[in-house]
């Protein structure tokens, strides 16, 4: 009964872990790396292990970061079932797809200059079908159900309320006369954050493998945030336009929700808002048709509304022609489109339009890992290269902690608190300093155990 981690370990994205027991091989989540060229050029790197002999994977929710390298591991190999939350299956279909979708248009134009050079043509890292095939594999389930992935390792979905159908994993393993009972936290979001529910309870493990993104970190109080953000769309009004890139699923239907609630207080009618990502729309799509997932709130407004959120001055743009025709628009455009971290997608060419006026503005919603133009930006530079153009940056960069999915250091230590045993801890999925600084909270308050885990590392459960 093995643990070994391979990836989100020291650093944010990638994450992936094996759990192995009674001869068979469960991986933990199969995420892209992001952050940076030189990050990502580590996704097309040789698996650390052999992708066709893991039996299953247990996928925690649909997230690139932890979805993202399912298609290559199929294409190298992968044959078994993926385990998800059925919200998870369903946003996977829409989030692989377009993983697989943007690098291969990339490489299929790229190669078209690179003929012309005379330079041998780049491959993608998987191509639509590989998505198509893998998405095939997907085997949803209900939060709370105990079903069996392979002789021996039993798992269970509890609710982790990052994003629709995010989950904690429980995993029973048996091996001989050893039980052990290890918890995989998953990607925590905050208490009483809108649409979702709160993370669960869980009473009780051997080991914990726990998430640390925001270690050492604190949100601003969800009203401060939320007065923050309706602080800035009034400066902004009757200016130049707003841009938030935000992740498709999750980060742009809470901003969706929050514009709908606060629709008359923040004078949401002078705006012309603009859900600028095809996947974002079926993501909202999808989030609108899991209505037993949300919390008491969303509920009510669902229940009280044709549609989520009551915004009649929301436009859904998936064609790339209608993207372009808001660059047409010289004030009171208020932008929503990925990436996230603006690493790529529609954000980047509303950036070239809007980035370098002094009357616009840009409203940082979520995490921007190192290497990322959202970090740059966050971190006040001045110029910036977009598309292989450098460009001046003269909006008004805003950045709001407090609106995150993930769940802040507080946050992270009352999940932790509702095990009573005290299990040991591996923290993962975070930067090396927010990693130590969750280790010395956890440590000081619960007196644990707690290490952090690194790649290659290897656990026996037995000893626990």
């Given at each position: 009964?093995?643990?070994?981690?391979?990836?989100?370990?020291?650093?944010?994205?990638?994450?992936?872990?094996?759990?192995?027991?009674?001869?068979?091989?469960?991986?933990?989540?199969?995420?892209?790396?992001?952050?940076?060229?030189?990050?990502?050029?580590?996704?097309?790197?040789?698996?650390?292990?052999?992708?066709?002999?893991?039996?299953?994977?247990?996928?925690?929710?649909?997230?690139?970061?932890?979805?993202?390298?399912?298609?290559?591991?199929?294409?190298?190999?992968?044959?078994?079932?993926?385990?998800?939350?059925?919200?998870?299956?369903?946003?996977?279909?829409?989030?692989?797809?377009?993983?697989?979708?943007?690098?291969?248009?990339?490489?299929?134009?790229?190669?078209?200059?690179?003929?012309?050079?005379?330079?041998?043509?780049?491959?993608?890292?998987?191509?639509?079908?590989?998505?198509?095939?893998?998405?095939?594999?997907?085997?949803?389930?209900?939060?709370?159900?105990?079903?069996?992935?392979?002789?021996?390792?039993?798992?269970?979905?509890?609710?982790?309320?990052?994003?629709?159908?995010?989950?904690?994993?429980?995993?029973?393993?048996?091996?001989?006369?050893?039980?052990?009972?290890?918890?995989?936290?998953?990607?925590?979001?905050?208490?009483?954050?809108?649409?979702?529910?709160?993370?669960?309870?869980?009473?009780?493990?051997?080991?914990?493998?726990?998430?640390?993104?925001?270690?050492?970190?604190?949100?601003?109080?969800?009203?401060?945030?939320?007065?923050?953000?309706?602080?800035?769309?009034?400066?902004?009004?009757?200016?130049?336009?707003?841009?938030?890139?935000?992740?498709?699923?999750?980060?742009?239907?809470?901003?969706?929700?929050?514009?709908?609630?606060?629709?008359?207080?923040?004078?949401?009618?002078?705006?012309?808002?603009?859900?600028?990502?095809?996947?974002?729309?079926?993501?909202?799509?999808?989030?609108?048709?899991?209505?037993?997932?949300?919390?008491?709130?969303?509920?009510?407004?669902?229940?009280?509304?044709?549609?989520?959120?009551?915004?009649?001055?929301?436009?859904?743009?998936?064609?790339?022609?209608?993207?372009?025709?808001?660059?047409?628009?010289?004030?009171?455009?208020?932008?929503?489109?990925?990436?996230?971290?603006?690493?790529?997608?529609?954000?980047?060419?509303?950036?070239?339009?809007?980035?370098?006026?002094?009357?616009?503005?840009?409203?940082?919603?979520?995490?921007?890992?190192?290497?990322?133009?959202?970090?740059?930006?966050?971190?006040?530079?001045?110029?910036?290269?977009?598309?292989?153009?450098?460009?001046?940056?003269?909006?008004?960069?805003?950045?709001?902690?407090?609106?995150?999915?993930?769940g802040d250091e507080d946050d992270l230590a009352r999940w932790y608190g509702s095990m009573q045993?005290?299990?040991?801890?591996?923290?993962?999925?975070?930067?090396?300093e927010a990693g130590a600084a969750l280790a010395g909270r956890l440590k000081r308050e619960f007196g644990c155990r707690v290490d952090a885990a690194e790649p290659g590392l290897?656990?026996?459960?037995?000893?626990?």
């Amino acid at each position: 009964m093995k643990l070994k981690f391979y990836g989100a370990a020291g650093e944010v994205t990638g994450s992936c872990h094996i759990l192995e027991a009674n001869g068979h091989r469960v991986l933990l989540d199969c995420g892209l790396i992001q952050g940076g060229r030189k990050a990502e050029a580590r996704n097309a790197e040789p698996f650390p292990f052999d992708p066709g002999g893991v039996d299953a994977v247990v996928l925690s929710h649909a997230h690139i970061d932890h979805s993202g390298r399912l298609p290559l591991l199929g294409a190298r190999g992968f044959r078994g079932p993926i385990h998800c939350q059925n919200a998870t299956a369903d946003l996977c279909k829409v989030l692989l797809m377009d993983s697989a979708f943007l690098p291969e248009m990339d490489a299929k134009h790229g190669n078209r200059r690179r003929r012309r050079k005379g330079l041998p043509e780049i491959e993608p890292l998987y191509r639509q079908d590989d998505a198509a095939t893998v998405l095939r594999q997907l085997d949803g389930h209900r939060y709370d159900e105990r079903f069996v992935v392979a002789p021996g390792i039993e798992v269970r979905f509890r609710e982790a309320g990052h994003i629709l159908g995010s989950t904690s994993v429980e995993l029973h393993v048996s091996e001989g006369q050893t039980t052990r009972t290890i918890v995989f936290s998953g990607d925590l979001g905050q208490y009483d954050t809108p649409i979702l529910r709160d993370p669960a309870a869980i009473e009780d493990a051997d080991l914990v493998i726990m998430e640390s993104t925001y270690g050492g970190r604190h949100h601003r109080s969800r009203d401060e945030t939320i007065r923050e953000l309706g602080e800035i769309l009034q400066e902004a009004a009757g200016s130049g336009n707003v841009m938030i890139p935000a992740f498709a699923v999750g980060r742009s239907q809470e901003l969706l929700y929050q514009f709908g609630h606060h629709f008359d207080a923040w004078g949401m009618d002078r705006w012309n808002v603009f859900l600028d990502s095809p996947m974002a729309i079926e993501a909202s799509e999808i989030y609108w048709n899991y209505p037993h997932l949300y919390d008491a709130e969303a509920t009510k407004l669902r229940s009280e509304n044709n549609r989520m959120p009551p915004l009649p001055n929301l436009h859904l743009t998936r064609e790339a022609q209608e993207s372009m025709a808001i660059n047409r628009i010289h004030s009171g455009a208020l932008i929503i489109a990925g990436s996230g971290m603006c690493t790529g997608g529609r954000i980047l060419h509303h950036f070239k339009h809007n980035l370098w006026r002094s009357d616009c503005h840009v409203v940082i919603v979520g995490y921007q890992a190192h290497g990322s133009l959202g970090r740059r930006l966050v971190d006040g530079s001045e110029r910036v290269r977009i598309h292989g153009e450098t460009i001046r940056v003269a909006a008004k960069v805003h950045t709001i902690g407090g609106l995150s999915a993930h769940g802040d250091e507080d946050d992270l230590a009352r999940w932790y608190g509702s095990m009573q045993s005290r299990p040991p801890v591996f923290v993962v999925h975070g930067e090396p300093e927010a990693g130590a600084a969750l280790a010395g909270r956890l440590k000081r308050e619960f007196g644990c155990r707690v290490d952090a885990a690194e790649p290659g590392l290897e656990v026996d459960l037995e000893e626990l």
